[in-house]
């Protein structure tokens, strides 16, 4: 018997709720998705209910159709006219009465619980099995839900306090406050490296109660500290941490044998995969950080953007209240004070911490999401490029690094074709200072050049491309050649772009044209792109390479929590080669290692 067409409307509105949900709490947490999945429960409960009224308990074997001739009485008009016509000329008519009888054969159905449960069809015998599919669906609508909505309403954490470390230099570091209370904050450190007299309290300053202007943040800075030395700090508030002062630019690192860590990675969103027994601000990626900092003992995590996702899953306002609301959700997450009470953070922003694939400059939401930014994280960063607003550059022990912002002055994806000279990701001021910063000298004992962009450099991604360099390849060439010139200079420097994004990990090396005798063998651009570090990735594959201009080293593209570790190493006599390994954890686990090697260093001075 063929399915009614109520049957089938809640059969498919059914199975269509669960695949939705099943994609949205498990792959990807868009937005579109909700509205989608909450009027499938509307049809679905419709039509269901009506299915279940009408669903028979029955259904027939067999039919039998039993037909009764008999004459009518002659006096009594005849409703039945049967003509007889078997002689065609005279046909005669004679009055009969026709009785029929049907008979049918029903059995009961069974409750078909497979049927049931799979496809949310109300079981014809037993009322307990169509409660419970239809309580599946309701409960994955309530799911979706409580993913939306429970932390907007429930976890605005505007009684949030908190304190972290920012940017670590080898003399002072920046220190974020949050406090709504209404009480003075003051901030004290003292060294732990050296016990004794020097390990007592110092203050390092006081702000009087914070203000709303700036959503009860502030930021305060210790100065005068000692290089490569480990200090704790603590604040009138009840929070402390500790941190270790970086070493000189140009100086090889006295802690952790040698070497020079840092941290990286961008995109998270609580809760993600959903898991109902956890917290509704659970970030599963934090953890994964934790457990390492210890044996890694980087001295930063360099966040690449998305730490908010001010879109997903659902936008709920642009006023910067609902920035800010986003922010002291994540930093109120209980896996937050574990990943960053001994490490610093220092960020760059992009497209989801202003508005998806942002490529409109200043314009609309901009200025909003850019303070609310400012006020959690710009606050605490870097020393921004003399004359800029958001991208940075310091040095550090072995390295010299340049944050890019990649989405304040970029031109609209769609302006012009990639290859156009049109077309910029940095605008023409950054642009330059960027490409002043490759090619200039570096200070003896800088064997790096380290390029934070949060959008991958490398135009092998083919989904959004357009959104990443792969968008802007006149000016990518531009960069690719300040960057071969720089390894190429004679100054010992190695370049390597970390950057994030894609939900997705791969490593890709930009060798220069053969044949160019301005670019030696080992002038080698390098990029690992690494992300999320608590987020949804791709089930489908991405990343694929098609030239011999940016090759394929290794791609990984599976797993919910990902970030890199970069290890910097000198040898002890400073002129050898220095060494960069990356190293790559994928949900917790260490899974790829590669290792680089330097150019050469210029001779002392006065030799050839």
């Not at 990807?28 to 989608?36: D, K, S, T």
């Not at 599946?136 to 979706?144: G, K, M, S």
């Not at 480990?230 to 090889?252: D, E, I, K, L």
């Not at 490409?435 to 991958?456: D, N």
């Amino acid at each position: 018997m063929w399915p009614s067409l109520i049957d089938i409307l809640t059969a498919s509105s059914s199975l269509s709720l669960r695949l939705g949900a099943y994609v949205f709490l498990r792959w990807i947490p868009g937005n579109v998705l909700p509205p989608a999945i909450y009027t499938l429960a509307v049809v679905y409960l419709s039509s269901f209910a009506i299915s279940y009224l009408t669903t028979s308990p029955y259904r027939v074997v067999a039919e039998e159709l039993d037909v009764r001739a008999s004459e009518e009485d002659e006096r009594e008009p005849s409703q039945h006219v049967r003509i007889d016509q078997s002689d065609s000329k005279h046909p005669t008519v004679r009055g009969e009465a026709v009785k029929t009888r049907e008979t049918a054969l029903l059995e009961e159905r069974g409750p078909q619980p497979l049927r049931t449960l799979l496809t949310g069809l109300p079981s014809p015998t037993s009322p307990r099995l169509s409660l419970l599919t239809a309580a599946i669906n309701l409960l994955l609508t309530a799911v979706v839900l409580d993913v939306v909505y429970r932390g907007r309403y429930w976890h605005a954490s505007s009684d949030l306090s908190f304190a972290r470390a920012g940017y670590v230099d080898d003399t002072s570091a920046k220190i974020l406050i949050r406090e709504p209370n209404g009480a003075p904050v003051r901030l004290s450190y003292r060294n732990v490296d050296q016990p004794g007299d020097d390990d007592s309290w110092t203050l390092a300053g006081s702000v009087p109660a914070l203000s709303k202007a700036t959503d009860f943040t502030t930021s305060m800075t210790i100065t005068g500290l000692r290089p490569e030395t480990r200090y704790q700090y603590s604040t009138s508030t009840n929070h402390s941490g500790s941190f270790v002062t970086a070493p000189s630019p140009g100086h090889r690192p006295s802690r952790n044998s040698g070497t020079y860590t840092f941290l990286f990675s961008s995109c998270l969103k609580p809760r993600f995969p959903y898991n109902p027994l956890a917290h509704p601000l659970d970030i599963t990626g934090l953890r994964n950080v934790a457990r390492w900092v210890p044996e890694l003992q980087p001295q930063f995590m360099l966040f690449l953007g998305d730490f908010i996702y001010i879109d997903t899953p659902k936008r709920f306002g642009t006023d910067i209240e609902d920035y800010r609301r986003d922010y002291r959700m994540n930093y109120n997450s209980p896996d937050w004070r574990p990943a960053s009470r001994y490490l610093p953070w220092i960020h760059v922003y992009d497209d989801h911490d202003i508005e998806n694939d942002w490529d409109r400059n200043t314009t609309g939401v901009y200025e909003t999401a850019a303070q609310a930014w400012q006020d959690y994280h710009g606050s605490v960063n870097p020393p921004v490029v003399p004359g800029a607003k958001t991208y940075y550059s310091f040095s550090q022990g072995p390295a010299s690094f340049f944050l890019l912002d990649t989405r304040r002055y970029r031109s609209c994806e769609n302006a012009a074709p990639p290859e156009s000279p049109e077309k910029t990701m940095l605008g023409p001021e950054q642009l330059s200072h960027f490409l002043a910063w490759l090619r200039e000298a570096p200070s003896p004992g800088i064997r790096w050049k380290i390029v934070a962009s949060s959008v991958p450099l490398t135009k092998n991604w083919r989904f959004n491309n357009k959104d990443t360099w792969g968008g802007y390849l006149f000016e990518r060439q531009k960069v690719l050649e300040a960057m071969w010139d720089a390894a190429s200079g004679g100054g010992g420097v190695g370049v390597v772009v970390v950057s994030g994004d894609r939900h997705e990990f791969a490593a890709t090396s930009f060798p220069p044209p053969a044949g160019r005798s301005r670019w030696t063998n080992g002038s080698t651009a390098h990029e690992f792109s690494t992300s999320p570090l608590s987020q949804f990735y791709l089930p489908t594959r991405t990343y694929r390479q098609k030239d011999d201009q940016d090759v394929m080293l290794k791609y990984v593209p599976d797993g919910n929590s990902k970030f890199g570790a970069i290890d910097i190493r000198v040898p002890e006599e400073g002129d050898g080669e220095s060494t960069l390994e990356f190293r790559l954890f994928v949900d917790g686990k260490e899974r790829w290692n590669h290792v680089l090697g330097s150019p050469p260093p210029p001779p002392p001075r006065g030799e050839s």
